[in-house]
């Protein structure tokens, strides 16, 4: 098996240099769930070279219908070996490591990235993650889905802080719109790490107006 015959149509995008890089950057998804499940099978089949999956959880059966790494079969298992586990299973030139435990624990690791993104479901673990993110200066992608409505937003030299930080739990979730969002959220990480330019610090919300239409507004977010 060769890596130009895999990532051909990738190549014929940007390069073999370009491909070439991918495979030297590190990154770290936090959470495999909804979000976790998209950004792991959409980046780990990009060509970058090693991914690490952060989840402590186990496979809900009520969860499933969203989590697009999970079948039935799977509920009970670890989430962050299932999803490193099929991440490998689609690219053999990817190195994925599964980190069964919570973020707390995983962030005294003081591991290095080039980016880190969140797949979390609350507000308080991703001011953990800001905080992390600053303390060993990598950039991250804070995403978050409710019903039919997401937010996306890469920071860099922004401050999470502005948010009200509480335990808000989503009233409820279509399951496509968290493909969508993940879809985004991996869109910016591969731009960024691929080196092609990235609007930073810039909050985008995207929802359904009361016809029906898909509407995205931006927000610039303030300095820390």
Sequence with gaps: MRPEAYFRRQIELWGSQTQKELQKKKIAIIGSGGLGSTLALALGTS?????HIVDFDRVSFHNIHRQIAFT???EGLSKSKVTAALTRSKNPFVKVVAFDMDFATFSKLRNSYDLILDATDNLPVRR????YAKVIKTP???ASVEEFNGQVCFFEEADFQVFNITDHQPGGIAAPIVM???SLQA???LRYLAGLPVVKDKLYYL???DEGELITQKFGMPKA
Excluded: M, S, V
Excluded at 128 to 131: S, V
């Design 140 to 142: 991250w992608i804070y």
């Design 72 to 74: 039935l079969k799977d």
């Design 180 to 182: 969508h969002i993940g």
């Design 47 to 51: 060509g970058i070279g090693e991914i």
């Design 128 to 131: 953990d993650i800001d905080l």
């Design 187 to 189: 869109n910016l990480a």
């Design 207 to 209: 929802y359904f107006n």
